[in-house]
């Protein structure tokens, strides 16, 4: 790996792990909010006994990537390690920070949305803040159990803990925060760049696949097709476009056919040689 990636890397860990700390010392703690997974059960631990939980946060990672280190890529582990570190050494030094009390609400939007950020950037830059997350990659890879139910059952735990600690209003707000916290960091890895697969059924396929090559400047496969009513066949084209060029894609292909039949669907990754420029990003970079 080049020293100028590494440095990347490690550079906007940190910055993740700024944002990450800001969100519990202002909007998350004071207000009786609890983080996801290990960090909400520092925040709990610091409830009962007082103790910091910067050195918690360290604390109960540290078992968990003992346990995980023979099982996920060495860079995951050491980045993780890095996150983990950074974290707990911001929320030391940030503290004085002033927090934010006047709207639960706000603060729980604002804590999530500050979190989410953080982790996002973190895991863009294959390292993850720790705990739930690095448990649920481990059983994802050993037991098959998908990294979602593993995030969900960690979030249930922090808001059932919430409630029998704080009260059921505080339990509320502490899923709303989780919630923006799981859009924030979606955000944070597509951005506005969403993709779009599309799939198209039409008697014009030819004029649609050079229409969409020279006009939006994207590749298309063309897959070989049999109707089933009418047992005619026919040629399906097979695209993927941003979120930007997909109204610009319908209005091409109900121009050269009015009775194509076209479906869209979410693209979550796509792997190869479509984020070269095209015509549209030319025109704003």
Request: aromatic share 10%.
């Amino acid at each position: 790996m080049k020293f100028k990636q590494i440095f990347t890397d490690i550079s906007q860990i940190v910055v993740g792990s700024v944002f990450i700390a800001v969100a519990y010392i202002v909007f998350i703690i004071p207000n009786n909010l609890l983080a996801g997974g290990v960090s909400g059960l520092a925040i709990i631990t610091n409830h009962f006994t007082g103790f910091s939980v910067a050195v918690l946060i360290l604390l109960y990672n540290i078992p968990i990537i003992i346990w995980a280190r023979k099982e996920l890529r060495f860079r995951f582990i050491i980045y993780t390690i890095i996150a983990v570190t950074l974290q707990s050494l911001f929320l030391a030094l940030l503290q004085d920070l002033s927090p934010y009390q006047n709207d639960i609400l706000l603060a729980s939007i604002f804590g999530g949305i500050l979190t989410g950020i953080g982790s996002g950037i973190i895991i863009r830059h294959y390292g993850s803040s720790g705990g739930a997350d690095v448990i649920a990659i481990v059983l994802k890879k050993k037991l098959g159990i998908s990294v979602g139910t593993v995030s969900f059952i960690a979030s249930l735990i922090v808001i059932s803990l919430a409630g029998l600690i704080f009260g059921l209003e505080p339990a509320m707000y502490t899923l709303v925060s989780l919630f923006v916290v799981g859009q924030t960091i979606d955000f944070v890895q597509e951005g506005f760049n969403k993709k779009r697969t599309a799939m198209i059924v039409s008697d014009k396929s030819q004029e649609i696949k050079n229409a969409i090559i020279s006009q939006l400047h994207r590749g298309v496969t063309l897959i070989h097709g049999t109707g089933g009513f009418a047992n005619v066949k026919k040629d399906v084209i097979f695209c993927v476009v941003n979120q930007f060029e997909l109204a610009r894609l319908k209005e091409i292909v109900l121009g050269l056919d009015k009775n194509a039949f076209m479906t869209i669907s979410e693209t979550s990754e796509v792997l190869g040689m479509f984020n070269q420029h095209t015509l549209w990003e030319k025109n704003i970079t």
